[in-house]
């Protein structure tokens, strides 16, 4: 479950007017790194690298944006004038990647003038709240107009990378939940149609292609598959991925015969079969986005970390909401789901299915811990797991060579996955996110 759709209301996104394209200063804090460098050595905490192995009193360098040495306290040959960091009794992960979210919309009931407001500028702010809640990139999954190609490329002060699927695939007006974005995927009605898609994607360069295959509670057609066979054969002849949104356990089954690569959802109506797990064993790379909804393990005690990038207004109501939420009545169904699959070798990519808030990637985390997810293995999907998926050879790691983004936090998350969310400080390329002068940008 993330809060997002409910609290957007109140993110002021009239601050994006002092995030447009002035860049916000990326003068680091005086909390932990004191003065900036090209050149600097941290040393005396624990590493999660992000393969699977931890390093106790680790050390790594940092030269230039990029890790350029990892190891052990000790042993690394810093150059003379670097910066030394001490970071003894902190805990270092690889910034996070939210691999399913939905930029520049605000989906929140009555305000359709927000709702309206997408823009580039409006993109742009949800970055900043992405790398403030220790993001190094997120994919906005299917409902961006192709206009927006140029932020995929673009470098933004204290933002996360912009990563997209474009344009979506489904039926005409049975794209995405919101009757204000089904203009924008693609509506096809024939295959020649969903190629023609296909193609413009490739043409745009866009990192996933994203379908929809899903009644909506049959309240609108869905692609059936004759129409998205070509369209996965078309997309991997173009050496692109195929992610399906869906809801029933048949349609998955469907889409496994026909080579999809992967969920935007996990299956959601019934427990998954022997069947299904026969033919997921047969495509041993298919990747699942659990998306799973609100477990009811968000209390008020949460309520300071969102806080930091609302007013109080928002704050408030979302401390009233909090209060009265429960758990979702799907929550055992898509977690057993999960666990199964889990437990048979299926990758886990993190997808929160956000509207740009940031903080739902520590909700989503916390979610598949409590449904079996190892913490490990839970990180692993938000950060190795889904650099590999996207291609972002330089991140998801901690490791030599890859660019330095990464979080330092003051507790340690394999003790309790709820330490993701104690951050003390935030690196993408080698720059500390000024944190403290974003935050009052929201709040005040």
């Known amino acids: 479950m993330n809060w997002t759709k409910l609290i957007l209301f109140y993110l002021p996104l009239a601050v994006a007017c002092t995030q447009q394209e002035t860049p916000i200063s990326t003068t680091p804090q005086t909390s932990l790194a004191g003065d900036s460098s090209n050149v600097m050595l941290f040393e005396g905490g624990r590493l999660i690298v992000g393969d699977g192995n931890v390093i106790e009193d680790a050390a790594f360098l940092v030269e230039n944006g990029r890790f350029t040495q990892v190891g052990n306290s000790g042993s690394i040959n810093a150059p003379d004038g670097a910066l030394q960091i001490n970071i003894s009794g902190k805990t270092i992960i690889p910034a996070l990647i939210d691999g399913h979210g939905h930029l520049g919309y605000s989906d929140v009931g009555a305000r359709t003038d927000v709702r309206a407001s997408y823009s580039r500028e409006n993109i742009i702010d949800h970055l900043h709240r992405h790398a403030f809640y220790g993001h190094s990139a997120t994919m906005s999954m299917g409902i961006d107009p192709l206009s927006m190609a140029e932020l995929r490329e673009s470098t933004i ?210 979610d598949m811990v409590l449904a079996g997810v190892s913490p490990a293995d839970a990180l692993a999907s938000a950060t190795k797991n889904a650099a590999e998926l996207y291609r972002l050879h330089d991140l998801g790691t901690i490791s030599d060579g890859k660019s330095a983004d990464f979080v330092i936090l003051d507790s340690n998350p394999l003790e309790d996955i709820k330490n993701t969310r104690a951050i003390s400080n935030v690196y993408i390329r080698g720059q500390e996110i000024n944190r403290a002068e974003l935050s009052a940008n929201w709040t005040g």
């Open 157 to 366: 002060d204290n933002a996360a990378r912009f990563l997209w699927a474009g344009r979506g695939i489904g039926r005409p007006n049975a794209g995405p939940g919101a009757t204000d974005r089904r203009d924008v995927p693609y509506g096809i009605d024939t295959v020649e149609e969903g190629i023609a898609a296909v193609r413009e994607l490739a043409e745009a360069q866009v990192d996933l292609v994203k379908i929809w295959v899903d009644d909506r509670n049959g309240t609108v057609e869905k692609l059936t598959p004759d129409l998205y066979g070509p369209i996965i054969q078309e997309a991997h002849r173009l050496g692109l991925k195929v992610t399906a949104h869906i809801f029933y356990l048949e349609d998955a089954k469907d889409l496994l015969r026909a080579g999809v690569d992967g969920f935007a959802h996990g299956v959601r109506d019934v427990d998954v079969d022997d069947e299904f797990m026969e033919l997921l064993a047969n495509r041993p790379y298919t990747f699942l986005m659990p998306n799973l909804p609100n477990s009811g393990s968000t209390t008020t005690d949460d309520l300071p970390f969102f806080a930091q990038t609302l007013p109080a207004a928002g704050a408030e109501t979302m401390r009233t909401e909090i209060s009265e939420s429960t758990t979702h009545t799907r929550f055992a169904v898509e977690s057993r789901n999960l666990k199964r699959m889990y437990d048979a070798g299926v990758p886990l990519i993190i997808g929160t299915d956000g509207d740009g808030a940031g903080w739902d990637i520590h909700e989503e985390i916390a």
